[in-house]
């Protein structure tokens, strides 16, 4: 028997354990003398790992509540672990090594979730991510000494002979929709008074989120521009949304909806007077009863136009914010300009919303000829 002194977290205890041999009795009880005189003795523990996710899961949900967090993020958590307690939930978490850890995104990319199928790269960094987190709350709890996800590198994403293209519209295309936005007859916005108004907001470079929460107090119609501030997304849960702040620091922002879509205001007061003359915390994209309008709705409304205007389908409706970088950078905007105008980070633009592809080896084939034909 060995007592474990008492700390600011816990109280003086004792733990127990039986040998066999009175030789390895002493062993232990030297190991774990030199242990705690080293700060790295960890209290024997059977929390596994799924049951230290779900506490993990718990802290989470009190960030929620806080307001420091979104449900939508815990959520994300929620699904991106099920992978992990599906093949090492059982294990205790004292008793996780790097190498479980290393064979665990084998499984994942292999076997996959509860449905056997192989998750995707991005499915696996996730899980990897969200595992990564557990264990720090392990450590920051007293169960673990040390984080064993920590030496596990993330996976690299397969190089694929034909990587697959964002689709995105060029200008032209851009002012061919808001040009068919502007003609929807009278019938089809009595029905759906929203259209005109939601999709001039999403050609302007707001995310989907933030035209669902965009209030008629952030709506500056004497200057043409609105303040996101706000986002509503899917919670996860059934049908259900939720509307809190903006996604990142970076997405707080005035866009001038007016210069890029012309006609925005216009369609922003009629929307307004129909509804009545608004207060300004309600929410600008409402339905003709007055309800919310719910973002699968919003996206697949979304599709339906695209179709019906002769334009390329966009795989997703965010791919318009990927188009409106486009025609910025092909206009030659700096990357810095486009990056503020979307609400995100540089990094982020120059990564991800600057387009790649032959087409540009192509335009470029021109300037190089000419730049190295004294050169042969």
Known sequence: ???????????????????????????????????????????????????????????????????????????????????????IGAVPVQKLTTTDVRHLLVTLATDGGVQRRPLSHRSVVYALTSLRL???YAVESGLIQKNPADAVKTPKKPVEDEPEQIT?????Q?????????????????????LNVGYRLSLSGLRRSEVLGLAWEAVDLDNGQVHVH???VKTGRKKLTERGKAKANNSVRWVPVEVIAPGTVAAL??????????????LVIRDALGDLVHPDAFSARFDKLVAAAG????????HIRHSLARALHEANFKPIEGASLLGHSLATHLQHYLPTGDEYVRGAEARLRDLFKDAV
Request: aromatic share 8%; proline share 4%; hydrophobic share 40%.
């Open 1 to 87: 028997m060995l007592n474990i002194p008492a700390t600011i977290d816990q109280p003086r205890d004792q733990v127990q354990k039986s040998f066999a041999k009175l030789t390895e009795a002493r062993t232990w009880l030297s190991d774990t003398r030199d242990e705690m005189a080293l700060s790295t003795y960890v209290k024997p523990a059977k929390d596994t790992v799924a049951d230290v996710a779900e506490k993990w899961l718990e802290t989470r949900e009190r960030d929620v509540k806080a307001g420091t967090l979104r449900t939508v993020s815990v959520e994300g958590y929620r699904s991106a672990l099920t992978g992990v307690a599906l093949h």
């Open 168 to 172: 995105t519209w060029d200008r032209d």
């Open 230 to 232: 706000a986002s509503r």
């Open 134 to 136: 557990v264990l720090d």
């Open 311 to 318: 334009l390329p389908h966009l795989t997703e409706i965010h």
């Open 174 to 194: 851009l002012v061919t929709f808001r040009r068919y936005l502007a003609d929807l007859s009278a019938e089809v916005l009595a029905v759906d008074p929203w």
């Open 269 to 282: 007061r009629a929307l307004w007077m129909l509804q009545g003359r608004s207060a300004d915390d309600s």
